[in-house]
């Protein structure tokens, strides 16, 4: 007997999530919507999903990685994206871990937690309690879909270094900059927008500038006007022109 083959159903895109994954998905333009929709469905067909230990995808879990992702590129070409698998673990990833020790010739062991990665050959791994708690890191907020999909846009032409594929006055431009502003967050000159795991190395400075540019677009203009606007500008987008500005705050209190 020829037991029939069950061929397991392909998550597609829930268009229910989106206004709960994209924030102020109301204050979007129509064209501006259809582009992360259209984006996000791209990712959806194109990429691989895999679920890591028991871990089930559903088309929420999808649909909200891929919407996050979307934002992303919803002023280029998912096509940028070098991303071909996506594997979604239910929590996350303790990994042991040895490294050089204080002195030389010795090894030191410890464990990383490890909320996301991407690397060179289309891979991004993702912990699902990361991606949906939208976690803070104190006053910074950490959005691991954000970050990680900004490692993939970086890699587009080939290399982690803090530059995705971009040529002419806008690369120089972006390069001097966010050049001065990598070596001010090294020397501990906060401007208060950019987590400071961003002076770790120039792709972990451009992807924590991403997620400053989506979650936190009128602080970082603020601080930092010109930067904004080179960042902006790479991304094909501006963010605060559908993000609400922030309650000022009186910091002497009622009278």
Do not use: K
């Not at 924030?23 to 979007?28: A, E, K, T, V």
């Not at 088309?59 to 994206?81: K, M, Y």
């Not at 966010?178 to 401007?191: H, N, P």
């Amino acid at each position: 007997m020829v037991w029939p083959f069950r061929r397991r159903r392909r998550p597609g895109l829930d268009l229910g999530v989106m206004p709960r994954v994209i924030d102020h998905w109301y204050r979007m333009g129509d064209d501006h919507r259809d582009r992360i929709i259209a984006g996000a469905g791209d990712l959806v067909s194109s990429i691989t999903w895999e679920a890591a230990r028991g871990m089930h995808l559903d088309d929420e879990i999808v649909s909200t990685i891929a919407g996050r992702a979307s934002l992303l590129v919803s002023g280029r070409s998912t096509d940028q994206l070098r991303v071909r698998t996506v594997v979604v673990h239910r929590s996350t990833v303790v990994l042991d871990t040895e490294t050089s020790g204080p002195a030389g010739g010795t090894r030191s062991e410890g464990r990383r937690h490890l909320h996301g990665q991407a690397d060179d050959s289309g891979l991004v791994l993702l912990a699902w309690d990361a991606v949906s708690a939208g976690s803070r890191d104190g006053r910074y907020r950490y959005d691991v879909v954000l970050h990680e999909f900004a490692h993939s846009l970086d890699v587009g032409d080939g290399m982690f270094d803090g530059t995705p594929a971009v040529g002419g006055p806008l690369r120089d431009r972006w390069i001097s900059i966010a050049s001065e502003r990598f070596d001010e967050l090294r020397a501990g000159q906060d401007r208060g927008v950019l987590r400071p795991y961003g002076g770790t190395n120039t792709a972990e400075f451009f992807a924590v500038a991403v997620e400053a540019l989506f979650d936190r677009p009128h602080q970082l203009r603020a601080a930092d006007p010109d930067f904004y606007a080179v960042l902006a500008d790479l991304m094909g987008l501006d963010p605060c022109s559908w993000v609400p500005a922030p309650p000022i705050v009186n910091p002497v209190g009622p009278s």
